[in-house]
Nanobody
Framework: QVHLVESGGGLVQPGGSLRLSCAVS????????MGWYRQAPGRQRELVAL???????NYADSVKGRFTISRDIAKNTVYLQMNSLKPEDTAVYYC?????????????????WGQGTQVTVSS
């Protein structure tokens, strides 16, 4: 059973930065791909970034150039550095993990999620 704990969210002004962390247990993170998602009120959960087992990142167009995903395999942790934040980035952010990076593209595939971390971008 995978256990996911997200942290690092908060209230930030437009243009500001936050760094999110996701600690993973119960999963062989060294061989799994990992992804960050977000869900805004009234909207479906969407994938914003993923990183493969060999460290290759991919980003949604809406965050490309502003967000950076990284991982620390020794700590079983994935990070999301978010810069130049915009009000439309406001959402609850979640992470998940799977052996196949393609599965990360479909949030409905996953039954288990962490509690998420709230990011609010507002002046």
């Amino acid at each position: 059973q995978v256990h996911l704990v997200e942290s690092g969210g908060g209230l930030v002004q437009p243009g500001g930065s936050l760094r999110l962390s996701c600690a993973v247990s119960g999963s062989p993170s060294s061989i799994n791909a990992m992804g960050w998602y977000r869900q805004a009120p009234g909207r479906q959960r969407e994938l914003v970034a993923l990183i493969t087992s060999n460290g290759s990142p991919n980003y949604a167009d809406s965050v490309k150039g502003r967000f950076t995903i990284s991982r620390d395999i020794a700590k079983n942790t994935v990070y999301l550095q978010m810069n130049s934040l915009k009000p439309e980035d406001t959402a609850v952010y979640y992470c998940n993990t799977d052996l196949r990076p393609q599965r990360l593209c479909f949030p409905s595939y996953f039954d288990s999620w962490g509690q998420g971390t709230q990011v609010t971008v507002s002046s």
